[in-house]
């Protein structure tokens, strides 16, 4: 058996066209949806994941403002710079590009975003919500894994999903979504016992530790849902996710591509938050 792909490219096509539709309707009403991308410093891999991110911005009918500032800007200015964007009225998502310098406290950044421009949902307000079940933005990655999940019709229901890793990016926030779907969730990190034994039993694998090859097929049940986010680079320098992708690929029954899976939707789901803050925006929700 060999899995069918889920292919994130595709996807993120068929849901920028939406976002666009309805980017569309709104500024009909008189509202452009904005998103302000902040970027502190000259980390390279930072600078192409902006310039990705007001590219989608711009192809989809949203205004994009890119504020680039030295490294040397301080913790207080750039706060200062959240505040006023807060406070626009033109800017509906506001994204400052993580990791920042080393004498800028990101939590504290972070936190200083409102929860309803909080389109990265990294806001403590937001995981709040997440884990509550209440209206908020969901972190783009396991958002974007949600959707996957969806367009091949997966039901979630007492099924028993693993996640590996714990993070506050992908991890954790991955947990609660499948929860939240009424799976049976087990998350596995570094200190996991026997990885093996929990992904074995698992309906659905959601691998997110930036480790090539921690899944492998020996590890996958046969017919099982694999969900890549991993982003790492294998010794020839090619792209590649934490899933051993030509064995797994035989074993499963479904699995996402590195590239072209996972990446793709992560920006997709930050247009959408982007969206629909601007539209909450517009209807005083």
């Given at each position: 058996?060999?899995?069918?792909?889920?292919?994130?490219?595709?996807?993120?096509?068929?849901?920028?066209?939406?976002?666009?539709?309805?980017?569309?309707?709104?500024?009909?009403?008189?509202?452009?949806?904005?998103?302000?991308?902040?970027?502190?410093?000259?980390?390279?891999?930072?600078?192409?994941?902006?310039?990705?991110?007001?590219?989608?911005?711009?192809?989809?009918?949203?205004?994009?403002?890119?504020?680039?500032?030295?490294?040397?800007?301080?913790?207080?200015?750039?706060?200062?710079?959240?505040?006023?964007?807060?406070?626009?009225?033109?800017?509906?998502?506001?994204?400052?590009?993580?990791?920042?310098?080393?004498?800028?406290?990101?939590?504290?950044?972070?936190?200083?975003?409102?929860?309803a421009k909080?389109?990265?949902?990294?806001?403590?307000?937001?995981?709040?919500?997440?884990?509550?079940?209440?209206?908020?933005f969901w972190?783009?990655?396991?958002?974007?894994?949600?959707?996957?999940?969806?367009?091949?019709?997966?039901?979630?229901?007492?099924?028993?999903?693993?996640?590996?890793?714990?993070?506050?990016?992908?991890?954790?926030?991955?947990?609660?979504?499948?929860?939240?779907?009424?799976?049976?969730?087990?998350?596995?990190?570094?200190?996991?016992?026997?990885?093996?034994?929990?992904?074995?039993?698992?309906?659905?694998?959601?691998?997110?530790?930036?480790?090539?090859?921690?899944?492998?097929?020996?590890?996958?049940?046969?017919?099982?849902?694999?969900?890549?986010?991993?982003?790492?680079?294998?010794?020839?320098?090619?792209?590649?996710?934490?899933?051993?992708?030509?064995?797994?690929?035989?074993?499963?029954?479904?699995?996402?591509?590195?590239?072209?899976?996972?990446?793709p939707m992560?920006?997709?789901?930050?247009?959408?938050?982007?969206?629909?803050?601007?539209?909450?925006?517009?209807?005083?929700?």
């Amino acid at each position: 058996m060999t899995a069918q792909l889920i292919d994130g490219n595709a996807l993120s096509r068929q849901l920028r066209t939406d976002v666009a539709q309805r980017a569309a309707a709104l500024k009909a009403r008189g509202v452009t949806p904005g998103l302000a991308v902040v970027l502190v410093g000259d980390n390279a891999a930072s600078q192409v994941y902006v310039r990705n991110k007001v590219k989608a911005c711009e192809d989809s009918g949203l205004h994009s403002v890119l504020e680039k500032y030295d490294a040397g800007m301080t913790e207080a200015e750039l706060l200062a710079r959240v505040e006023a964007l807060n406070n626009d009225p033109a800017i509906h998502g506001i994204l400052v590009q993580l990791p920042l310098p080393a004498h800028i406290d990101a939590q504290k950044v972070i936190e200083a975003i409102s929860p309803a421009k909080d389109v990265d949902g990294f806001h403590i307000a937001s995981a709040g919500a997440l884990m509550t079940g209440s209206a908020g933005f969901w972190p783009c990655t396991p958002y974007g894994c949600m959707k996957m999940l969806e367009s091949i019709g997966y039901d979630l229901r007492g099924k028993h999903a693993v996640v590996i890793g714990r993070s506050n990016i992908v991890g954790k926030p991955m947990a609660l979504m499948l929860l939240g779907q009424d799976a049976t969730v087990t998350v596995c990190h570094s200190r996991t016992a026997d990885l093996k034994a929990q992904t074995l039993q698992a309906d659905v694998i959601v691998a997110a530790v930036g480790r090539q090859n921690v899944l492998t097929a020996d590890m996958v049940k046969p017919g099982a849902v694999v969900i890549d986010v991993g982003m790492n680079r294998n010794a020839e320098g090619k792209l590649c996710g934490d899933v051993d992708f030509a064995g797994v690929k035989e074993v499963a029954g479904w699995i996402t591509p590195v590239p072209g899976g996972v990446g793709p939707m992560t920006i997709t789901m930050l247009l959408v938050n982007t969206l629909e803050a601007a539209e909450r925006a517009a209807t005083g929700a």
